[in-house]
């Protein structure tokens, strides 16, 4: 096995206090704050990024630092806003309603944070039901809060910006790839555009725009794949089917751009940010329980990962319930996202895979900060504002 532990902490966290969830936190300046009806005094160093996402509901609240920012409070509950809506095409009132039910938390957590700036976000879930728009105005209405539904290129850009301080720029090229819960962002970078050397600011994370090379969206996660070939009761049949699945979807991408072929003859690497590469990582750690702090940053051997997959494949629905670093709540998603990372890893065989436990939210901070010039100094050039 090969395990390495992080070597960054640029995104410093603390235990949230009156914690209602399981994660992360939210932005800010000086002017009122987009997302709800909070008391007049505002704290223009707190900020709030929200992400709504298929499966997810998580919240991040921070203030920016000289190499990033730090966690005040966070948030994140499992909602499944998007079950059904493959079959279905719509949200369903229960789905909606334990989105409605997550959120009024995180409302609570921005008031009591005095949050001055922040965007909320919902992704693929909300992009593609028909009743998707109408849910995101009944938030407005019923909780004051404004969630705006994000286009697949800024969700992959924003998940690149929370993840680039992990990249290894002693390669030459690295694949970011997230698996969601209704859709897989794509993102592949060349690191020769880079400007400059990369320190680890936020200011530098948003220069890996300039590396990227190609993207792509696939219409598929963990939450549709499952909904389509089983979750619970996964079969070596009905894995490779959804692994076959999965690899049509990826093979124009390939045929495009020619991956497989960089990755043969350059340094390459991979850089999952996700729950199903979090998981893995964790139960290649063998922890009792999952540990952000042991799990972000950490590389994995590719093979070791595919002896993870293949060892839950194995593996009954009840016993991937008692893995610690799975439980209830994932048993039944973490295969099809297995089937996901397989796919990927058949076409473009990396030797080795970084892991972050950090993205979207983080991306979202990244750019609220910078844009109100916290890494800027006097002379324009980047750099911490105090």
Known sequence: MNLQGRDDNSFPRRAAPGRAGNTPATPGP???????????SLDPSVYAALDLGTNNCRLLIARPTRRGFYVIDAFSRIVRLGEGVSTTGLLS?????RALDALKVCKT????????????????????????PNFIA?????????????????????????????????????LVFDIGGG??????????????????????????????????????????LAEQFGGRNVSQESFEAMVNHVTRLLEPFEAAHRIGQ???????HL??????????????????????????GCWLATPDVRAVTYSLLGRSYEQRVAEPCIGRERADLVLAGCAILEALLRIWPAQRLRVADRGLREGILATLMAADGHFHDRSGRRGWRG
Do not use: F
């Not at 909320?120 to 028909?130: D, I, K, N, P």
């Not at 962002?185 to 590396?211: F, K, M, N, V």
């Not at 960089?262 to 390459?268: D, F, N």
């Open 30 to 40: 000086s002017s009122p704050p987009s997302c709800c009806n909070v008391a007049p």
């Open 183 to 224: 859709s897989s962002e794509l993102i592949w970078l060349d690191l020769s555009r880079r400007q400059g050397y990369w320190r680890r600011s936020l200011a530098d994370r948003l220069d890996a725009h300039t590396c990227i090379a190609a993207w792509t969206s696939l219409p598929v996660g963990v939450v549709s």
């Open 262 to 268: 960089t990755i043969a003859h350059s340094r390459v």
């Open 138 to 174: 009944r938030v407005r209405e019923e909780l004051g809060l404004e969630v705006e539904i994000l286009s697949r290129e800024e969700e992959a850009k924003l998940a690149v910006s929370g993840c680039a301080s992990l990249i290894d720029v002693d390669c030459d090229y690295a």
């Open 93 to 97: 009132e229960a789905a909606m309603g």
């Open 109 to 132: 957590k921005i008031t009591r944070q005095r949050v001055a700036n922040s965007k909320l976000v919902a992704t693929e879930a909300c992009r593609v039901a028909s009743n998707g």
């Open 271 to 296: 850089l999952g940010t996700s729950g199903t590469v979090t998981t893995v990582a964790g139960i290649l750690l063998g922890l009792p329980r999952y540990d952000r702090n042991r799990v972000d």
